[in-house]
């Protein structure tokens, strides 16, 4: 009797099925997953509607977390490993999910970061040694600084923010501003519809918005800068800098190189220059200090306000000064002049082509310089600094 016991709770016990921790699956919609890896790995992520998160730490590890991930869509969630590229990727059956899915990757602080997400927002936090990649079609992308390594970084719909880079930067928006910290290689940035601030730029820069103002520091190389419709305000260039806005004033306080300055509708002011100028404005005033190499000619235009040029004493140049009148000529040509610290060579009202002239040779002539206005006046002063 006691042996038919033993061998019914036996029989009881195989019956009941085995239950076995499967670890797919942390929490409701949630999943984790550590890799081990070393310095210079990479991490790339490619994932359907999700923000990104990366972290950093000193581990030599990778730790991968996706939250808010429908049921349905868990198996659609790849983590692996192929040497020391740690991937993950996340495809939807349908739709766009529940929106709130997030993906927080912590890496190492000497890694590479390849970030993909068609909507989301992309934050990476933490200083990072490394290439960091990474486009979103329709959220913010924020980046902390980047000791070492190039960044690209694009997004379809949103603002950007990076802090300091030791190289080369590319950032890109279809609709929100730009800002940037020190970057010590090349800069190129755009957006479609945003302000753009850069602080300070190593190398050479190009930046452009079509609808925002340009705030940018030093320059270590060329500068290219254009918007079409705000204000451009460049701190000190170390080479050519060419400075377009079709609906705005701008601003250079230094360069040594050939500047190229053009406005629609603002005025124009252009301090410390060494080199030549090629400045032009429709609707505004131009304000320049030259300091002529005599490698160039230069030339200050306006069709509607005041000519101001600054030259050194010391300078070689020849200086024709024009302002053409608009208007009744008689009752008028006595309303402007040329006025300058230095001594005319020539000065003449010309009734038969309406316009005052003044020339000037300084230093026995050298660089030509050509200042043109339009029922306005000209100004030339001895620069002192």
Known sequence: MKQQGAVLVAALFLAI???LPVP?????????????????GSVEVSVDGGDIRINVWEKSEVYVKADGIDEDNLDRLKMNQSGNTVRVEYRQRWGWGSGHTKFEITVPSQFNTDLRTSGGNIDIRGSLNGVVKGSTSG???????????KVDLSTSGG??????????????????????GKVGGQVYVNTSGGNIRVESVGKTLKASTSGGDIDIGDVGGEANVSTSGGDIKVHKVSGKATLNTSGGNIQLRSA????RANTS????????ISGSIEAKTSGGDVNAELKPTGKGRSRLVS?????TLSIPESAKATIEATIRIQGRWK????????????????????DDDREIRARYVLNGGGEEISLETVNSDIIIRKLRR
């Open 139 to 149: 959220g913010d992308v924020t980046l902390s600084d980047v000791t070492t390594g």
């Open 256 to 259: 040594s190189g050939d500047v």
């Open 303 to 307: 069709s509607g306000g005041e000519i």
């Open 331 to 350: 009752s008028r040509r006595d309303e402007y002049t040329v006025r300058s610290d230095f001594k005319a060579e020539s000065y003449q009202h010309d």
């Open 17 to 19: 099925p085995t239950i």
């Open 159 to 180: 603002d950007m923010r990076a802090g300091d880079v030791n190289g080369d930067v590319s950032l890109k928006t279809s609709g929100g501003d730009i800002e940037l």
């Open 265 to 272: 509708g603002g005025d124009i002011r252009l301090e410390d």
């Open 24 to 40: 797919l699956q942390d929490d409701q919609g949630s999943r984790s997953k550590s890799f081990t890896v070393t310095k210079g």
